[in-house]
């Protein structure tokens, strides 16, 4: 049988990197990529960020070495289409995967891709389910691993988690060719059920880490059912019980900090004189009360959008703080860039961080009329006044000062973000001078004009292990 053209292509990749080192030939510059994912991480809530307990001492170090973006944004505000805009660099309007139509379709080629076809060896270690082969998100990676927490029990006895002993494993077999190394790692995402390890900074005795998780995160009921209760109102979550829940996402993060440490550690024990560009991030954030939501959905606010960015390596400077905004598309272009292989963009909307980042700039993010959130509560309530107020679709258009987020039921909020961070104070989007808001508007206009025509609605993945482990996140019934 014929070699196919990707077989072919990679045994020239490795006989070029065999000859590089035996024939005297110039050393190999190409570098080591790695790109880890803290799926559903909030900086606030980080304490390399400014949080006031010890979520993540890794990070604080690793920051050192690195610089840390500030104020970075997602796409959307859940994890399909962020992971789309981070392996396409294009916004979730182009690239088309939403709730409309869960997956990523093959017209734009992933930066897996790229790299694959220009020598890269591709390994992507996902804990996450939206993250698969089944949602286009795994093309281009030669080893696609799925680990998804949710239908595999931890072994109490291992040393370390489960994705950094198959990480390991790959980088063990190297063969002379430059990493491309992605990462999901899912323990941020509800349900949080951290082990007292993580979470005793969090609880004064590990009896409180019982009680709360088995009072919001009880073995047993829908993973969902604490989502429902909160949006139909009827039974509202008390302060204590809020009170749980951010320690509870607190130990998880601290857990989440220490994997990102074993992956980081592992990848630079591997010594083959290539240089590391490191990136570590997250997805999207999650609402833990905030404008009274739960988790990730049905908004774009900050707590939604704002996302987890540090870069280590060339062209990034060690023990930054950059202020100036950035987004989770950027990265799509720095990575290729880096590469030596061709990133201009015709729209010039997303940037390579190694170089000059201006001092005001537009962002957009959106989220897809959210049919398969609203699905996932029980039949009998979807007419439910509490939830139909969120059948819409939301686009969000972020300056350096504004953030105007406007719903196609004709709703329009603007916020101040220098004077307001935290968005408490929303104004009326006609506050805003003439000027300034017709530009915000246009922009929305202009990305809402670019997305893909309608489609018909098509299904959430269904194959069983992949709805399995969605329905374990509470995305699917």
């Not at 840390?68 to 994890?79: K, L, M, N, P």
């Not at 390994?123 to 696609?144: D, H, I, Q, Y």
């Not at 949006?231 to 204590?240: C, F, M, V």
């Not at 709703?411 to 009326?428: H, I, K, M, N, V």
Request: with cysteine; charged share 25%; net charge negative.
């Amino acid at each position: 049988m014929s070699p196919s053209p990707a077989m072919f292509a990679r045994a020239c990749a490795v006989l070029l990197a065999a000859c590089m080192s035996s024939c005297g030939a110039e050393p190999d510059e190409r570098p080591d990529i790695v790109l880890i994912v803290m799926d559903t991480a909030r900086p606030d809530y980080l304490s390399v960020y400014g949080h006031p307990r010890p979520t993540s001492p890794y990070l604080e170090e690793f920051a050192r070495q690195a610089t840390v973006y500030e104020r970075a944004y997602s796409t959307s505000c859940w994890t399909l289409p962020a992971h789309a805009s981070l392996f396409t660099g294009e916004a979730p309007q182009v690239h088309g995967a939403d709730q409309r139509t869960p997956s990523l379709g093959p017209e734009l080629p992933t930066m897996a891709e790229r790299l694959a076809q220009a020598g890269w060896r591709t390994g992507g270690f996902s804990a996450n389910a939206w993250v698969a082969k089944s949602t286009g998100l795994a093309r281009g990676f030669e080893t696609f691993e799925a680990h998804w927490r949710r239908t595999e029990a931890p072994d109490p006895a291992a040393t370390e988690h489960r994705t950094t002993t198959a990480v390991k494993a790959w980088l063990a077999q190297d063969d002379g060719r430059p990493n491309l190394l992605f990462v999901n790692l899912i323990e941020p995402h509800a349900p949080y059920r951290p082990r007292w390890e993580h979470a005793a900074p969090f609880f004064a005795v590990e009896a409180a880490l019982e009680a709360a998780t088995q009072a919001l995160f009880p073995a047993g009921r829908a993973p969902n059912f604490l989502t429902v209760r909160h949006y139909l109102g009827r039974e509202p979550l008390r302060e204590l019980e809020w009170q749980w829940m951010r320690a509870l996402y607190e130990g998880d993060l601290r857990h989440t900090d220490a994997i990102v440490k074993e992956l980081v550690q592992a990848v630079d024990a591997r010594a083959n004189g290539r240089p590391k560009l490191v990136f570590v991030l997250s997805d999207h954030g999650e609402n833990l009360g905030d404008h009274g939501h739960l988790g990730h959905v049905f908004n774009l606010y900050d707590s939604n959008l704002r996302i987890v960015l540090l870069a280590r390596g060339p062209g990034f400077e060690a023990g930054k703080r950059e202020r100036r905004l950035v987004g989770i598309r950027d990265l799509h272009p720095t990575v290729l860039a880096a590469a030596g292989l061709d990133a201009r963009r015709a729209d010039g909307e997303a940037l390579d961080l190694r170089g000059p980042i201006p001092e005001q700039r537009l962002l957009s993010a959106a989220l897809d009329d959210p049919r398969l959130t609203i699905e996932t509560f029980p039949d009998e309530l979807e007419g439910d006044p509490a939830l139909t107020r969120h059948k819409r679709a939301l686009d969000a258009a972020i300056s350096t000062r504004w953030k105007v987020i406007r719903g196609t039921d004709g709703s329009c909020e603007t916020f101040d973000l220098l004077a307001d961070p935290r968005e408490q104070s929303p104004l009326d989007c006609g506050a805003l001078d003439a000027t300034t808001r017709q530009g915000l508007e246009a922009w929305i206009d202009m990305q809402r004009a670019r997305r893909k025509g309608d489609a018909a609605p098509v299904a959430a993945p269904q194959d069983p292990s992949t709805r399995d482990a969605l329905r374990g996140l509470g995305y699917v019934e």
